[in-house]
């Protein structure tokens, strides 16, 4: 099956949300399904074999946690969400290969009504904390108030602003009233509010469960062994253990801020399981013959411009920026040709893309006229900071874009090298004015959230601080939709604006991919390639 943009899989919808499907399918017909699929395509589970019960897996990540309360980290592939993953599970998770929201502790989560403004999520009978604290509706409705408090300063606070009211209109069942129609709301809770913690934890410590995390999680924390590892066990009380759910006794997830190591330890037995999101790296693993699972998304690898501050607060320098680069040939210097240059912020493949309107760059003559005019022909130089995150990769490319713009009278890049922690809370909380321009990651499915909270205006999220009614507008007009047409032509809208703007400029497409040892079987990547551990387990 040839691999393919996973929101191009995705089911159409239909536009009036009365006609919505109702609820999602069932969990156990979602097993039985996955448990059919080949490794042959690369977005699929992988199914080399049969999980014996118990064992142990380690996997690597590229930094340590922020955090393991949900309020207080990033749920993003190579951040925290694979840990937020085993120790809370989901409500529900968006499908790669379908680009469809699947449950999981929920049993649904459906419009309720002619519009789509108003919600309803049913929670499966008897899913408990592994305190003991039942996890029904009461439950996500106080996670999700917790969320919006301006008080408690969560990283989801934007998502959780986008709810007006939340009913327990029974024990498990919770009404949901949004302060405006989207009828994209389930992608948002996959990405932002599908890990649920205890009340009776968050109660118990009002600063936070960051080391003493309780979920209801496949997994339990046993030690955290700062900057080097966390270590995790078998929770004896979830909700899957009478399916003998999960199949590991023991998890054990390390840092490992190079992913060439890593995958160079995973092909040595050292290391079962990593996440990349590298293509030079993926494809070197494919090469060695190792378990690889891609999958493709929006967002990609970008130059982010803090238009809150100078110099990118003038359109000039953030024109001449980009036209001093070639996104074609940074992925022939760093990328070996591996990956896709960009032309947008979609993924070529996208069924909303439009790749004829891709930002202009790579014009060194007009880059030369641009910074001439922003440095008054070098007399006034501008000098800023580029922060990068600890990846080898990644400081090549910033290392290399120093050099080119020191070659412009009056230009001056310095290079600021970051753990993913401190990277994390800078540069992608928005609203910052430590930073002038940064390495910007985006690995996004659904263009809802991700495309919104990235530029509109109102998003907490909008780290670039780029405000445009235009754009606004064709954002909130897309998110009211699930029709395939409207979409496209309200996100054309964005593109064209954007173009004109450029509050970033984006590189290389970006790609996820769980890279793993041929004895691991059950790798499912949700979301933007998150780990699914219920199903994970060893053949040996």
């Given at each position: ?416 090298i970051v753990d993913i922690a401190t990277y994390v809370k800078t540069v992608r909380g928005g609203g910052s004015t430590e930073w002038q321009a940064a390495l910007g990651q985006q690995w996004i499915d659904d263009p809802e959230p991700g495309i919104y909270d990235l530029l509109h205006s109102k998003s907490m999220t909008n780290n670039s601080s780029y405000e445009n009614a235009l754009v606004d507008t064709a954002l909130e007009d897309a998110r009211r939709t699930t029709d395939p047409a409207q979409r496209r032509d309200a996100y054309t809208r964005v593109q064209l604006q954007v173009n004109k703007d450029m509050p970033f400029w984006v590189y290389q497409e970006a790609v996820a991919a769980a890279i793993h040892s041929p004895r691991i079987t059950g790798v499912q990547l949700i979301n933007d390639g998150v780990v699914l551990w219920d199903r994970i387990g060893t053949t040996g």
């Open positions: 099956m040839t691999r393919t943009s996973l929101l191009s899989l995705r089911s159409p919808r239909r536009t009036r949300p009365r006609r919505r499907m109702a609820a999602l399918i069932a969990a156990g017909t979602l097993v039985t399904a996955l448990a059919g699929c080949g490794s042959d395509d690369k977005t699929k589970p992988s199914a080399a074999g049969t999980p014996k019960q118990g064992g142990s897996l380690t996997m690597s990540l590229p930094g340590d946690s922020t955090s393991l309360d949900p309020f207080a980290t990033s749920y993003v592939n190579v951040a925290d969400g694979s840990r937020m993953s085993a120790l809370y599970d989901s409500l529900v998770w968006a499908d790669p290969t379908t680009g469809s929201v699947r449950p999981q502790i929920a049993e649904s989560l459906a419009i309720n009504g002619p519009r789509a403004d108003t919600w309803q999520l049913k929670i499966r009978p008897n899913v408990k904390f592994s305190d003991g604290t039942l996890l029904d509706a009461e439950a996500v409705r106080f996670n999700w108030e917790r969320h919006k408090d301006p008080k408690v300063g969560s990283f989801q606070r934007g998502a959780a602003s986008n709810i007006a009211s939340l009913t327990v209109s029974s024990p498990l069942t919770l009404d949901i009233k949004l302060v405006a129609e989207n009828a994209n709301f389930d992608h948002l809770v996959t990405r932002t509010l599908t890990f649920i913690a205890s009340p009776t934890a968050l109660r118990a410590s009002p600063t936070g469960i960051g080391d003493k995390p309780v979920g209801a999680g496949p997994y339990k924390l046993v030690s955290w062994e700062r900057g080097a590892k966390q270590t995790y066990t078998r929770n004896p009380d979830y909700w899957q253990r009478e399916k003998g759910l999960p199949h590991l006794d023991n998890l054990t997830i390390t840092v490992d801020t190079d992913v060439n190591h890593s995958i160079t330890a995973v092909d040595q037995g050292k290391t079962d399981l990593t996440v990349a999101v590298d293509p030079l790296a993926t494809a070197q693993a494919e090469d060695k013959k190792l378990g690889v699972q891609r999958i493709s998304l929006n967002g990609g690898q970008m130059v982010v411009f803090n238009m809150n501050v100078a110099p990118f607060k003038d359109l000039r320098a953030r024109r001449a920026f980009v036209f001093a680069f070639s996104g074609a040939e940074l992925n022939q210097k760093f990328f070996g040709g591996k990956g896709t240059p960009a032309k947008g912020i979609f993924a070529a493949s996208s069924p909303v893309a439009n790749i004829q309107l891709a930002a202009s760059e790579n014009d060194k003559e007009r880059a030369k006229q641009l910074f001439d005019d922003v440095t008054a022909g070098g007399t006034k130089p501008i000098k800023f900071t580029y922060w990068v995150p600890q990846a080898p990769a990644s400081i090549r490319v910033a290392e290399y874009m120093k050099q080119v713009l020191g070659t412009y009278a009056g230009v001056e890049m310095d290079v600021k």
